[in-house]
């Protein structure tokens, strides 16, 4: 698997399983109804460092951004967000975007990661609590899943 920095190109790949993962409401904040035009403004804002996760294909079967949490003397705080086509599910690929984008937000002097709200019934709150994060807080019965309910919102940390 090839991990590398975004181009501009690579959004026509990105943006179907963006809308497909934010469309289902189940693990991301996001309004399930974002336009194209307003997905690609977040995932691909120039404040962000995108990747992308290519299988031996050629295939963009994940991306992920790194990008400051917070402003002024915080803005060593990074925040980051990860996305695999759930097609390609179960192969290692969360893994390795996280792994890279931890190590490029080390290298690029972050002194830790924040996620501000993963829901609690995300697959993927086991990845980041094996990578070290850990949950400082949860806002009980804050998102509204379409299958579970009203689940928290998890904060989780970890320092780099």
């Given amino acids: 698997m090839l991990i590398r ?6 959004w026509p790949r990105i943006w179907p399983f963006w809308h497909r993962i934010v469309a289902a409401a189940e693990t991301y904040t996001w309004d399930p109804a974002t336009s194209e035009e307003d997905a690609r403004a977040l995932w691909m804002s120039p404040a962000k460092e995108v990747y992308v996760a290519e299988d031996d294909s050629g295939a963009v079967v994940g991306s992920a951004y790194v990008a400051p949490n917070y402003g002024g003397p915080a803005s060593r705080i990074a925040n980051a967000g990860f996305m695999v086509d759930p097609d390609h599910a179960g192969r290692g690929t969360g893994r390795a975007l996280a792994e890279h984008v931890l ?20 697959p993927a709150v086991g990845l980041w609590t094996s990578l070290g994060f850990r949950i400082l807080g949860t806002v009980p019965a804050a998102y509204e899943h379409p299958r579970h309910g009203l689940v928290g919102l998890h904060v989780m940390y970890r320092s780099l």
Avoid: H, I, L
Wanted: hydrophobic letters at 50%; proline letters at 0%; zero cysteines.
């Fill in 5 to 10: 920095q975004a181009t501009a190109g690579d």
């Fill in 103 to 122: 190590a490029a937000a080390r290298a690029a002097g972050y002194r830790g990661m924040v996620f501000n709200a993963v829901v609690e019934t995300n």
